[in-house]
T-cell receptor, first 114, second 118 residues
Framework: DAGVTQSPTHLIKTRGQHVTLRCSPI?????VSWYQQVLGQGPQFIFQ???????GRGNFPDRFSARQFPNYSSELNVNALLLGDSALYLC?????????????FGPGTRLLVL | AQTVTQSQPEMSVQEAETVTLSCTYD???????LFWYKQPPSRQMILVIR??????QNATENRFSVNFQKAAKSFSLKISDSQLGDAAMYFC???????????????FGKGTKLSVIP
């Protein structure tokens, strides 16, 4: 079975620009989460979507937004990019495994803001 | 808010030996889940093992096992018979078992970089 896929793998943007990152979950998974991982740190939660509805939001500014589509794929959008947005953006899809919702991660998108 | 602490930024182990990675967490909740994830240099985060807080028995997955001490809020990972492919960043993560806002996110520690010496 295919795992979580993300595109693009790498991206270079300049300050003030906008970026869209994409994620396709594992087949059968209805929930998608987004995390930001700054170099040398653990991932920080940004959003979770379930059945196209936002189920959770982390402590990120309104410049960050996301949505989930009917096929459960998801997009993360970041407006007005700042240098500090440079990070690895991870997508995870999840399903209920023996009563425990377990998250499985994609390879990430490396974003560099210049 | 829950916090996860990994006090060992780096660890090393000889191939075929055993190593234990430490994790402590802070929570006021009684029901939750704990996870260990592995992130090799290729960067894909892989689930290693998980533990439900209501279970007293420590989880095991082949060469990986945990020592879950609920009262001490400790959740260490033991890797037996270490292999070169075990070299990676290891992250401990917490998730609430309660429904509602904020309950579905994983809270991660800062990670421990494990090196395996041939």
């Amino acid at each position: 079975d295919a795992g979580v896929t993300q595109s693009p793998t790498h991206l270079i943007k300049t300050r003030g620009q906008h970026v869209t990152l994409r994620c396709s979950p594992i087949s059968g998974h209805k929930s998608v989460s987004w995390y930001q991982q700054v170099l040398g740190q653990g991932p920080q939660f940004i959003f979770q979507y379930y059945e196209k509805e936002e189920r959770g939001r982390g402590n990120f500014p309104d410049r960050f937004s996301a949505r989930q589509f009917p096929n459960y794929s998801s997009e993360l959008n970041v407006n007005a990019l700042l240098l500090g947005d440079s990070a690895l953006y991870l997508c995870a899809s999840s399903f209920n495994d023996q009563g425990v919702e377990t998250q499985y991660f994609g390879p990430g998108t490396r974003l560099l803001v210049l | 808010a829950q916090t996860v602490t990994q006090s060992q930024p780096e660890m090393s182990v000889q191939e075929a030996e055993t190593v234990t990675l430490s994790c402590t967490y802070d929570t006021s909740e009684s029901d939750y889940y704990l996870f260990w994830y592995k992130q090799p240099p290729s960067r894909q985060m892989i689930l290693v093992i998980r533990q439900e807080a209501y279970k007293q028995q420590n989880a095991t997955e082949n060469r990986f096992s945990v020592n879950f001490q609920k009262a001490a809020k400790s959740f260490s990972l033991k890797i037996s018979d270490s292999q070169l492919g075990d070299a990676a960043m290891y992250f401990c993560a917490y998730r609430s078992a309660y429904s509602g806002a904020g309950s579905y996110q994983l809270t991660f520690g800062k990670g421990t970089k494990l090196s395996v010496i041939p």
